[in-house]
C-alpha cells in the first residue's frame, strides 16, 4: 500500500480533522503522515474574517492556498480541510476526490447564562466573525450587540466562560469532533440560522489527474454529502461569493429527491431573502444554480453589492 501524506492546517480542529482520515487510510493499510502548513487566515487575526481580503488583497483561499502551492510541488499527497472553508472554484490543477459523511451542518449557540437566542436580554453581547451568522442573528434580534470573535475553539469557548460575550455562535459540527459540548444550549435550527455552504462536511483535495490517490480514497467519499454539499457550492458560486459572506445554503436528500435552503442577507439583518426548491439528486449543480439564480433576480444582487460596496467581505476574485 502506498505510503501517503497529508497536508493540514495547525488547529486543533483541523488536526483531528486530519487525524481522522489519517486513521481511516491506515485502518485500509496505508502508511500515513501529517504535514502542518500555516495559512494565510491562520496568521491574521487582528482582521474579522470576512475583511481578511483588504489587507494584501488576499481574497478567497485564506485558508487553502499555502496548503495548495505544497500539494502543487508533491511535498504531500492530499488536504484535508474543512469544505465551507474551500473556494468554490479551485485553482487550476486540482481536485476534490472525497467528500466525508457529514457532521450535524448546524450552528450551536453557546452560552454560560442563558438557553436560547430567544431568552438574551435586550442588547446582550454575542460574539461571531461570520456576516452569515451576524445577519441571521439581526434578522430576528435586531437589538443584539454583535462583535467580531476570532481564535481557535478553544480561544473562542474562553472568551465566552471569562465573560467578553453573553454568548457565541460556533459550527455545531467542530464542538462534537472536539467533545467541547459543555456550554451548547441550543443547536440552531436551519429555518433560523442557515448553516454555511459545506458546513460540517470534510472535503479530500488532491493534484488534478492524480488517480491513484483518488483511486486510494474512493472508500472515504459519501454519495449523499457530496450530492448536498456539491449542490451548496453551486449555488454560492451562482452568487460570487465565498465563504465570508452572507449567504447561507443547506441542501439534504429527501424521498429521494435533494432539498436546497438558501439565504442571503444584508449583514444588519434589514434585509433577507429566502428560497428552497426541489431537484434531481443526479444534478446537484442544477439545483443550486437555478436557486442562485432566483436569488438574484429577487434581490440578491443588490444586496450582495452593497456589501461589497461597504467594505464589510471580500468582493469576487477575477
Not at 265 to 275: N, Q, V
Request: proline share 5%; with cysteine; hydrophobic share 40%.
Amino acid at each position: 500500500m502506498p505510503h501517503l501524506r497529508i497536508g493540514s492546517r495547525g488547529s486543533q480542529l483541523a488536526l483531528w480533522q486530519a487525524n481522522h482520515i489519517s486513521a481511516l487510510l491506515r485502518a485500509r493499510g496505508h502508511e500515513v503522515e501529517i504535514e502542518i502548513i500555516h495559512t494565510t487566515g491562520d496568521k491574521i487575526t487582528d482582521v474579522p474574517l470576512a475583511q481578511v481580503g483588504t489587507k494584501g488583497g488576499l481574497g478567497k483561499g485564506i485558508f487553502t492556498k499555502e496548503i495548495e502551492e505544497v500539494l502543487a510541488a508533491g511535498r504531500v499527497d492530499l488536504a484535508v480541510h474543512s469544505l465551507k472553508d474551500l473556494p468554490t472554484q479551485l485553482p487550476p490543477g486540482f481536485e476534490i476526490a472525497a467528500v466525508t459523511k457529514r457532521e450535524d451542518p448546524r450552528d450551536a449557540f453557546c452560552s454560560r447564562l442563558y438557553s436560547s437566542i430567544k431568552n438574551l436580554p435586550q442588547g446582550a453581547r454575542v460574539g461571531t466573525s461570520s456576516l452569515r451568522r451576524q445577519a441571521q442573528l439581526k434578522a430576528i434580534r435586531p437589538d443584539l450587540d454583535i462583535h467580531p470573535l476570532r481564535g481557535n475553539v478553544d480561544t473562542r469557548l474562553r472568551k465566552l466562560e471569562q465573560g467578553e460575550y453573553d454568548a457565541i455562535i460556533l459550527a455545531s459540527a467542530g464542538l462534537k469532533r472536539l467533545g467541547k459540548t459543555e456550554l451548547v444550549k441550543q443547536i440552531v435550527p436551519v429555518e433560523i440560522m442557515c448553516p454555511a455552504a459545506g458546513q460540517g462536511a470534510l472535503g479530500i483535495e488532491i493534484r488534478e489527474g492524480d488517480s491513484a490517490t483518488r483511486h486510494n480514497l474512493a472508500f472515504i467519499n459519501d454519495t449523499a454529502a457530496h450530492a448536498a454539499t456539491t449542490c451548496e457550492r453551486a449555488l454560492l458560486n451562482s452568487l460570487g461569493g465565498g465563504c465570508q459572506v452572507p449567504i447561507g445554503a443547506f441542501a439534504e436528500v429527501r424521498n429521494g429527491k435533494l432539498h436546497l435552503e438558501a439565504i442571503v442577507a444584508d449583514p444588519d439583518g434589514s434585509k433577507l431573502l429566502r428560497e428552497s426548491c426541489d431537484g434531481n439528486l443526479s444534478h446537484p449543480e442544477k439545483l443550486g444554480n437555478a436557486v442562485g439564480e432566483t436569488l438574484l433576480r429577487r434581490g440578491g444582487d443588490e444586496i450582495l453589492e452593497a456589501v461589497y460596496g461597504r467594505g464589510l467581505a471580500v468582493p469576487p476574485q477575477p
